[in-house]
């Protein structure tokens, strides 16, 4: 009797832990389906626009592919059995793998070779300009020229590192005084509303490309507006709801904030082209500027010098331009350059002020648009190039210069 109550014990055991096996099964079977289950609609989207894929993202989904297939293999031999369940989970494995590979080698055969096309066109473009006017383009930090003559095509990079057109606020370009070391690195802030969210840094142009940053903030409301800018490894932004000027550490993110005294803050004098962007920071050769308005100037844009040590107002000059009337603005070698829209597809730099000798002018220097809206347009002196942010899209442009009298 003893021996039967020792046996029934020990089929009772061995029952329950074949039952804890099997229920333990069914969870990693429910697990492992609804991940089959995202890796599935995320084939499904690349599959519908394959240009918005890059080749890390394809990458990244055939190693995520074939972690699930080795699970569900290695699960299947612990069951010993053959299920359609599993017939089924294998199937859409093999379809999406196929469906990869269909993807990859678009990639390969057409994306990547437009893209060479592409970047052919571009440099043919600029050739031809070069031939076509008698402009020229400076030494690198040199204002030893007759100011801008004309601004090149646009060049499209690509959509941003969010990959939605959604994102239509936002900012991206290089640093405008590198630290030694980071001469390459571009940086980009975007968000679906006219705010400052984050900030992602990228290496160098490759990763940018990839959206593969090695540093990022975000998921926290900064700054108003988008106008924003690296300059000596510092972000600097309007602070979140105050007329302040901040600026953050891209290695600490520490944050600093100074009064911009009586700018003009919370929509009051933004640019035409976008909402919250009563201050924008602009640097050239001279060094780092901002761009507002106050009350006492009537809406006139205001343009004061920033001494980034001290990180105060060195020097302020009132324009005679209404900055509601202006799309953006940069400056260049000290001289102001304010833009208008002409049509939906034409912009054109049509005023300048010169903080050198404090005289302004209208001029007209047109140039072209891919979108039609922009929020950020930005010069940098580190390689002469305007960058744009439009549309949720990476875009710069080159910028050509009159020779001086003597050099002519």
Known sequence: MDRLDQTSVQI???????????????????????????????????????????????ENLK?????????????????QTSSPTFRTLQAEIHNMTTSLTQLESYDKNKVLELRRKYAELQQDMVECEELQDESFTPEIGSCNHGGISNISMPYIVQL????????????????????????????????????????????DYTNLLL????????????????????????????????????????????????????AAWNNR??????????????????????????????????????????FSVEQTWVTNIFRRRVS?????????????????????????????????????IPFNKQYEGFVYLDYNPADQRLYMYSKGYYIYYNVKFHKLQQQV
């Open 160 to 203: 941003g590192a969010h990959v939605n057109e959604g994102y239509l606020h936002g900012g991206w370009g290089k640093d405008s005084k590198p630290k030694p070391g980071f001469e390459d690195m571009y940086w980009y802030s975007g968000y679906t509303t006219p705010y400052t969210y984050n900030l992602y840094l990228y290496s």
């Open 63 to 79: 190693i995520e592919i074939k972690q699930v297939e080795a699970l569900i293999a290695e699960l299947r031999g612990s069951v």
């Open 211 to 262: 959206r593969k940053s090695f540093k990022k903030f975000e998921n926290d409301r900064k700054g108003n507006g988008n106008n924003n800018i690296m300059n000596g490894n510092y972000f600097y932004y309007n602070c979140y709801n105050t007329g302040n000027l901040c600026r953050m550490n891209a290695t600490t993110f520490a944050v600093e904030t100074r009064v911009l005294p009586d």
């Open 269 to 310: 004098f933004s640019y035409s082209s976008a909402t919250y962007q009563d201050f924008d920071f602009a640097a050239d050769e001279n060094g780092l500027w901002v761009i507002y308005a106050t009350e006492a100037s009537k809406g006139n844009m205001v343009i004061s010098k920033i001494n980034v040590d001290a």
């Open 328 to 364: 953006n603005a940069f400056m260049v070698c000290g001289v102001l350059y304010a833009t208008r829209q002409i049509n939906l597809y034409t912009e054109e730099i049509f005023y300048k002020y010169d903080t050198n000798t404090g005289k302004e002018s209208y001029i007209s």
């Open 12 to 58: 009772s055991h061995t029952l329950e832990l074949e039952t804890s096996k099997v229920e333990g099964y069914e969870s990693k079977l429910i697990i492992y389906t609804e991940r089959l289950g995202n890796l599935t609609l995320r084939v499904e989207e690349m599959e519908k626009d394959p240009n918005k894929m890059t080749e890390l993202e394809l």
